[in-house]
């Protein structure tokens, strides 16, 4: 076996495959029931914060999108998950809830694989880090106006934060562009299939007072 | 067969070794590695609230910490790893490499990668995998690539007439089978066809691999070319050598979902990783026993041996980091650390305390025969190694001690804003780490340069030993 190079490379080969089977074909065969939604079906179901947003800013809103329907919104979750990707938003946030750690409270119901399967999870943006919060029941914690002043400049609306401003989302009279409101409109898509879940209604806010010297987020 | 004993036999048309093409591999390797150090740099500011770009778009945080990344994996590391390969299969095989023609044709299409790898990811076409973040018009040209390489790297090996292939290149052929196979995997699987959960098994299953079927295997396979021959004795054990590289190959392909634990991935392929990886633990043991086996007697090299000290200084860190790997793999852990800098810490030890610090003591070995000249100063070396040894271990320290903060602030329902603010002063000694180990790189990268501008001396370098100052 020393002597044969070749049975390295197959081995190699084999080993690669057996591990491929277990740890991810296997996944794909359980879940194989599922059936996978394409962003045209996804956005028919049209959260009501994407209407808001067209009365929120309804000049932009028009040049950018055009009116309040399913193709509509299947561009503006395109163009904000490609602004997800390309700020590489999902390395600070995940974007599924675990069973633990009081997750559940904190952010909502705990993630069911159904729930992943459309075209807007490909590729996937499940996170292996939290700097920020787990944003996949987003949906209506905040208001359009919050995400948009929080993109332009985080610490505007949370002075303890980390997150980079994105003025580059807004043109120079400082109104959304598409990558505002296609990122606006993504992340309250995120959670909007389940009823939505109020925001920092459990938080223990004295623990962040005390660690800020008084100072409310 | 002792890799010591192999004498340089220059082949009838050209020699043993292409020093010039190992020479650019390790310039390449090095230039990259600034990058990646500034890239790092920089993001850690941002947790500072101080980033000095703030308002630039084609350099905002999280395209920066993308070129950390991936610069840290596919420029540092892949190009010193080639450059190590370089040296050490001809000298193993008595062959050269299959042509050098194809050799500076990989050299320059891996640095073109690298380039529109920045590029890219700078300009807003990272891709959404992680550790897979070279864009989607990059992908097709690594794989090409890789073939390449794997073509003039394996054809010496299956043509020697040695007899019987030494531990390093058991090593060297499995990880080239791998390699490949994990990159097409995690970079189209789940960008293109595999959506959602079971998408994210396989983005598991691509970082897992990246570290373990392309970075570990070629790391040891040049510590044991590398450590016999510079402690002139062979490997202690020849079993353990069988049983460390068996065990690494049936057991570390099989963990990939331990990175997305309690996540909707079905539960049996979550116990199934913990399992293996709790395994596979326990097997790189015994590569590690059978290391310091070959250093007993010999302990007196970890003081006078620059490049022996690199290597086992990251072996220690290895066996702490796979200690630290077997508890933090389980259930239990995850539920506090997974999310936090624990993570981050783990992953700084493994990828730059590891493999960062083996590729040093390759340097160490390797840069005098590039440049046919010896160590400007030994002096500069050993500031190098301390000033990196302690910026690694306070920032390991400290970004663990940050996660176990976080994760206890948040499963404890903490405003959010309460685990930032109390991570505050970790990610400011975390910058103070970073700029330690960047101060030792300074020195490392003006050793480089001074020792290559040295006017030209005899050839034969043996013994190249580096006696630390």
Redesign the interface.
């Known amino acids: 076996m020393e002597r044969f190079g070749a049975s390295f490379l197959i081995a190699g080969v084999i080993t690669f495959l057996l591990g491929f089977f277990l740890q991810g074909v296997m996944p794909v065969l359980t879940l194989r029931h599922l059936k996978t939604t394409p962003v045209e079906e996804t956005a028919r179901d049209i959260p009501p914060e994407f209407a808001q947003l067209a009365e929120d800013y309804p000049v932009e809103f028009e040049r950018y999108l055009g009116k309040v329907d399913p193709p509509t919104f299947a561009r503006a979750l395109r163009a904000g998950k490609a602004s997800y990707i390309a700020e590489a938003c999902w390395h600070c946030h995940s974007q599924y809830v675990r069973p633990v750690s009081n997750e559940d409270l904190r952010f909502g119901p705990v993630s069911r694989p159904e729930e992943y399967q459309n075209e807007m999870n490909l590729p996937h943006l499940f996170g292996t880090r939290r700097v920020g919060p787990d944003l996949i029941r987003e949906s209506g914690k905040h208001s359009n106006d919050w995400h948009m002043a929080h993109l332009y400049e985080p610490r505007n609306v949370a002075p303890y934060s980390v997150m980079p401003a994105y003025p580059w989302f807004f043109d120079a009279e400082r109104r959304p562009t598409l990558r505002a409101l296609g990122l606006v409109a993504y992340l309250q898509w995120l959670g909007s299939w389940l009823p939505a879940v109020p925001a920092t209604t459990i938080y223990n806010a004295s623990a962040l007072e005390t660690t800020t010297g008084g100072a409310r987020p | 067969m002792s890799p010591g004993s192999r004498q340089v036999a220059a082949a009838a048309d050209r020699p043993l070794v292409n020093l010039d093409l190992m020479r650019w591999h390790l310039i390449a390797s090095a230039v990259f590695f600034a990058a990646s150090l500034l890239g790092g740099l920089a993001y850690s500011f941002?947790?500072n609230?101080l980033?000095p770009f703030?308002?630039v778009?084609w350099l905002?945080?999280?395209?920066v910490?993308?070129v950390h990344t991936n610069m840290a994996a596919y420029g540092f590391i892949a190009n010193a790893f080639i450059a190590g390969m370089l040296f050490a299969i001809p000298r193993l095989t008595n062959r050269p490499i299959l042509s050098d023609r194809l050799g500076w044709l990989i050299f320059y299409a891996w640095q073109l990668i690298l380039v529109l790898t920045i590029g890219g990811e700078l300009g807003?076409?990272?891709?959404?995998?992680?550790w897979g973040?070279t864009p989607i018009f990059v992908d097709p040209l690594v794989v090409v690539g890789l073939v390449l390489l794997v073509v003039n790297l394996?054809v010496p090996?299956?043509r020697?007439e040695e007899?019987?292939?030494y531990v390093t290149?058991?090593y060297f052929?499995?990880?080239?089978?791998?390699t490949g196979?994990?990159y097409v995997?995690g970079n189209y699987?789940?960008?293109?066809w595999?959506?959602?959960?079971?998408?994210?098994?396989?983005?598991?299953?691509f970082?897992h691999?990246l570290v373990g079927?392309f970075v570990t295997p070629i790391g040891w396979g040049l510590m044991y070319f590398f450590v016999p021959v510079l402690l002139r004795k062979p490997i202690w054990s020849h079993a353990l050598s069988l049983i460390g590289f068996w065990g690494i190959?049936?057991f570390?392909?099989?963990?990939?979902?331990h990175?997305?634990l309690?996540?909707?991935?079905?539960m049996?392929?979550q116990y199934?990783?913990v399992v293996a990886t709790i395994a596979v633990e326990v097997v790189v043991f015994t590569v590690i026993v059978n290391f310091f086996g070959t250093l007993h007697g010999r302990s007196d090299a970890i003081r006078g041996n620059l490049a022996i000290r690199w290597f086992y200084t990251g072996m220690i860190l290895y066996a702490l980091t796979c200690l630290q790997c077997a508890f933090q793999v389980t259930l239990t852990f995850?539920?506090?650390i997974?999310?936090?800098d624990w993570?981050?810490a783990h992953a700084h030890m493994v990828m730059f305390g590891v493999f960062g610090f083996w590729i040093m003591g390759v340097f160490v070995e390797l840069w005098p025969r590039a440049v046919g000249k010896p160590w400007a100063s030994p002096r500069l070396l050993t500031g190098h190694f301390w000033l990196t040894l302690i910026g690694l271990a306070l920032m390991v320290v400290d970004l663990t001690a940050a996660g176990l903060v976080?994760?206890f602030?948040?499963?404890?329902?903490?405003?959010?804003?309460?685990s930032?603010?109390?991570s505050m002063p970790f990610?400011w000694v975390r910058t103070i780490a970073g700029l330690l180990i960047i101060a030792g790189q300074g020195l490392f990268f003006y050793a480089l340069w001074a020792t290559a501008r040295q006017p030209a001396v005899a050839p034969d370098l043996h013994p190249i030993t580096v006696e630390a100052a």
Do not use: C, N
């Open positions: 941002q947790f609230q980033y703030a308002g778009e905002s945080p999280g395209r910490r993308m807003g076409y990272g891709q959404g995998i992680e973040e394996s090996i299956l020697t007899q019987g292939l290149l058991w052929l499995a990880a080239f089978a791998w196979l994990v995997m699987l789940p960008q293109f595999v959506p959602g959960t079971a998408g994210a098994a396989i983005t598991g299953l970082i691999d079927l190959a049936f570390y392909p099989m963990q990939g979902v990175h997305f309690f996540s909707p991935i079905p049996y392929a199934g990783a995850q539920k506090i997974h999310f936090t993570v981050v976080q994760g602030s948040w499963a404890g329902l903490s405003h959010w804003g309460a930032v603010v109390a990610w």
